[in-house]
């Protein structure tokens, strides 16, 4: 494995293209685009303030630099260096900034989420959506990513799915992203509506409740109410949600550490997954990390060297081995004294062939779940480490082996 130079970075805000020729960083108010291939500086953008938001057009020719602070987003294009755009919300400020599937529209929320304004880089039109559904007070960067939870595109960009708050109530407006004109407008039967998601057919959107109530409820792209699904009551509810990408399973993970899948036609739930403590099936694989012991040559001592010969970056390289059952796994207790206790299933993610579901429960310092196209291997990125697992299948029991980096 091969690591280029060191290079600077703020906030850690790096992004590549989506056609993965180009990426880009930013260094306060600098934004520098690189040769994904040969990391050569491709363009150098100065902007107006540090930059706390950058986000690729889906076509990889624009690419957006929000500046929260001063209410201004500016525009950058790689075929035309010499053009820019730049947004200026004025008074209205801004909290949230991101593009339509188009690539040609940028959707900007103003404070106190007074109204959402969609701006045309090719006509230079303005649109303005009231009523965006408002979010908990937060650091900018964190209420944008609350935001991004009740704003939702279809896959193939035609229709936007909108969360809205007024009059106390919770509703849902469908838009066509072509004249951004309103399709649909329906209330949802939710205390507190905590996100929506569109099958990846666009044909059902799926909203659900807060935390404090398990609530899921489908909706038609013509607004009617298809099903409504609540496991439990009087305790926590819904943590996370995850269409299948054949839009045949609806996967939601709850509090309680359980992950429950519906299906498309009754929308009951077909079966369901437990995060046990000990496992206890023979039938499952448990693979332990495990440290390998140095290989000693011939004529060579076992000494441990000493803190001045030892490297500073070195770490012990690991191996996985198969554990015998039944294993317990490590759990931690989370802290009954502070609000959003990390408990419950946190992630979740099918494979692309629909025959495998990743979930993240508890306290795990997993931050992301990534599945190769194939749906053989799943990469785990953590806060200090990176693994890598196959999957290999024989008689329906999934195996797993993996192999692990370290992460800077």
């Known amino acids: 494995m091969n690591f280029s130079e060191v290079f600077k970075l703020s906030s850690l805000l790096c992004k590549f293209s989506p056609d993965g020729k180009y990426l880009a960083s930013c260094v306060q108010y600098r934004l520098v685009v690189r040769d994904a291939n040969t990391l050569q500086v491709v363009q150098l953008y100065t902007c107006l303030d540090q930059i706390q938001h950058i986000e690729w057009s889906a076509d990889s020719l624009f690419i957006l630099c929000a500046l929260y602070k001063r209410g201004l987003v500016q525009v950058w294009s790689l075929e035309q260096p010499e053009w820019h755009c730049k947004i200026d919300e004025g008074s209205a400020g801004l909290v949230a900034s991101c593009w339509s599937p188009d690539g040609r529209h940028i959707l900007n929320t103003t ?38 939870k009740s704003l939702a595109f279809t896959r193939d960009g035609r229709y936007l799915a909108l969360a809205e708050r007024r009059d106390c109530r919770d509703y849902v407006s469908i838009f066509v992203c072509s004249d951004w ?106 693979y332990k990390e495990a440290e390998k012991s140095p290989p000693l040559g011939l004529g060579h001592l076992a000494f441990l060297p000493p803190r001045a010969v030892a490297g500073p970056l070195s770490s012990p390289e690991s191996k996985y081995e198969i554990a015998e059952v039944p294993v317990s796994l490590q759990t931690l207790k989370p802290a009954a004294d502070r609000a959003n206790p990390r408990i419950g299933v946190g992630a979740l993610a099918f494979s692309p062939d629909n025959y495998f579901l990743a979930t993240r429960n508890g306290d795990f310092q997993v931050l992301s779940l990534c599945w ?37």
């Not at 990176?386 to 999934?398: M, R």
Request: proline share 3%.
């Open 111 to 148: 404070e106190f989420h007074l109204r959402i304004t969609v701006w045309s880089l090719c006509t230079k039109s303005v649109s303005y959506i009231k009523y965006p559904k408002a979010c908990q007070q937060g650091e900018l960067a964190k209420a944008a990513q609350k935001f991004l």
């Open 181 to 286: 004109q309103l399709l649909r407008h329906f209330d949802t039967d939710t205390q507190d509506l905590a996100g929506i998601e569109w099958a990846p057919n666009g044909c059902v959107l799926a909203a659900w409740d807060s935390c404090l109530e398990y609530k899921v409820l489908l909706y038609s792209l013509d607004g009617r109410l298809l099903s409504t699904y609540c496991a439990y009551e009087w305790s926590l509810g819904i943590k996370s949600v995850a269409w299948s990408p054949s839009s045949q399973f609806l996967a939601v993970g709850s509090y309680d550490g359980k992950v429950r899948v519906l299906n498309h036609v009754t929308w009951k739930m077909i079966t369901e997954f437990g995060h046990p403590a000990t496992i206890n099936n023979p039938k499952i694989v448990v």
């Open 372 to 408: 190769h196209l194939s749906g053989d291997s799943l990469a785990l990125l953590g806060k200090d480490h990176f693994c890598l697992c196959f999957l290999e299948t024989e008689e329906g029991v999934g195996t797993a082996s993996g192999q692990r980096g370290d992460h800077t």
